[in-house]
């Protein structure tokens, strides 16, 4: 491994010759070969599928995992985007000139080699890859054993653009090693590798946060919530409500816990019921949820519990007070949001919680790179240090001051 990301860090040398221009003309070229490659990626995806079937894999996890020519078309679309938007690296953030008479600039500059570590889903090898190119960082990539033939496809079809254009392939390096082992060797090569973003299960984040001497950003677990307010639209938050959850159950900006306002309980928990039962949903709710509508009882566990599957858990709440303290006791600082026509209500609510993204009268599940205006992204960071939220190509970089001098020597 070490010889490996030792060819990673000697590629990062390459991409500061790269002008914007050809970061975004590589970038199409690599979007049209992954639509040229749809049925090839589609065979490999159809493999990586029926291990899935093998393995018992959940449902949920088999979304995650499968490539379809709408996923695919996704895919390209993303590179597209991330194409589109504009130069990251070299941008002078500001400016001054100090009493000696320095001029100085602050300029951002790529971080440079970046560890991306990822269970199930193959198109964050593409969106991963392209976001690292155009910030002309060098990715390693990591993907789970359950997707490696999808991976590797991927990779392939983005290697060949490079070697096309005379650069090394190591610039999107794939370690095949799907392994715990493989794991703690990367997270440790500080050496050669400047950042580590996992994204993953609670048990991978927990490890990598605990064992890793390259800096990490962490894509930690997504365990949202909505709050629907007595003030609330019922039909907007219907609607509002029902997407949230059902979706894509398996994705991390999906809400796991529902609270609603005690006042306005008794009039919509029937009617969401009833569209909840209509999708397959199981719903776990408090002993006052179950007064209302007939539920699983749900026990602590539950409300710490991100399911990643299609199942809700609910609770009855005496107002926006309750609402902050359950989400400050159970949430993971990623997505929630509040459903109400309160504007007073509202803004108590979005100052409050201290979650990366917060919502007023919309679904959690807009938290995305994509969504955002981002092209795609490297991961949903609940870190507060460096990147917070979907995490873009700004996040992939960092700055450097440059200081013009005219022969200044320091009293």
């Given at each position: ?34 639509r ?33 020519e709408?996923?695919i ?23 001054w ?11 951002s ?60 392939k ?10 715990r ?31 890793a001497t390259?800096?990490?950003?962490k ?7 909505t ?12 609607a ?5 959850k ?12 529902l ?15 009833s ?27 539950d409300?710490e519990t ?13 107002d ?13 600082a ?73 022969g200044?020597?320091?009293?």
């Amino acid at each position: 491994m070490e010889q490996f990301l030792q060819e990673a860090k000697s590629a990062s040398r390459v991409l500061s010759a790269l002008s914007g221009h050809e970061k975004n003309r590589i970038l199409k070229e690599m979007a049209y070969a992954i639509r040229a490659n749809t049925m090839n990626l589609i065979e490999a995806n159809a493999l990586d599928m029926s291990d899935a079937d093998k393995n018992s894999l959940s449902l949920a996890l088999k979304d995650r995992l499968l490539l379809d020519e709408k996923r695919i078309e996704g895919m390209a679309k993303a590179i597209e985007d991330i194409a589109a938007l504009k130069e990251p690296v070299g941008r002078v953030l500001d400016g001054w000139v100090t009493e000696t008479n320095l001029k100085i600039e602050k300029v951002s500059i790529p971080i440079g080699v970046i560890g991306i570590i990822y269970e199930s889903r193959p198109n964050v090898t593409s969106d991963t890859a392209a976001l690292c190119f155009k910030s002309s960082n060098v990715c390693v990539l990591k993907g789970g054993k359950e997707a490696e033939n999808s991976n590797r496809a991927i990779a392939q079809i983005l290697q060949a653009i490079l070697e096309k254009n005379s650069l090394p392939k190591a610039l999107i390096s794939l370690i095949l090693d799907s392994s715990r082992e493989g794991v703690s060797k990367l997270i440790k090569m500080d050496k050669y590798v400047d950042l580590i973003i996992p994204r993953g299960g609670e048990g991978l984040i927990k490890f990598v946060s605990q064992n890793a001497t390259v800096s990490v950003v962490k894509h930690d677990k997504g365990l949202c919530h909505t709050f629907i307010d007595k003030d609330a639209d019922i039909k907007k938050a219907l609607a509002v409500c029902v997407n949230a959850k059902c979706r894509r159950v398996g994705i991390c900006g999906a809400m796991e816990t529902l609270l609603v306002h005690e006042n306005i309980a008794q009039d919509i928990l029937p009617l969401l019921k009833s569209e909840y039962d209509k999708l397959g949903t199981t719903l776990k709710g408090c002993q006052n949820t179950a007064k209302i509508i007939v539920v699983e009882a749900a026990t602590e566990e539950d409300f710490e519990t991100e399911y990643l599957d299609n199942i809700l858990s609910i609770r009855v709440v005496k107002d926006v007070h309750a609402a902050l303290e359950h989400i400050q006791t159970y949430g993971s600082a990623h997505s929630d949001a509040i459903i109400t026509e309160n504007y007073t209500t509202a803004e108590e609510f979005l100052n409050g919680v201290d979650s990366a993204c917060v919502y007023l009268n919309a679904s959690t599940q807009f938290t995305d790179g994509g969504e955002f205006g981002f092209g795609a992204e490297v991961g949903i960071s609940t870190n507060k240090l460096h990147a917070r939220g979907p995490m873009g190509i700004e996040g992939l970089t960092t700055y450097k001051y440059k200081i013009y001098g005219s022969g200044q020597t320091r009293a």
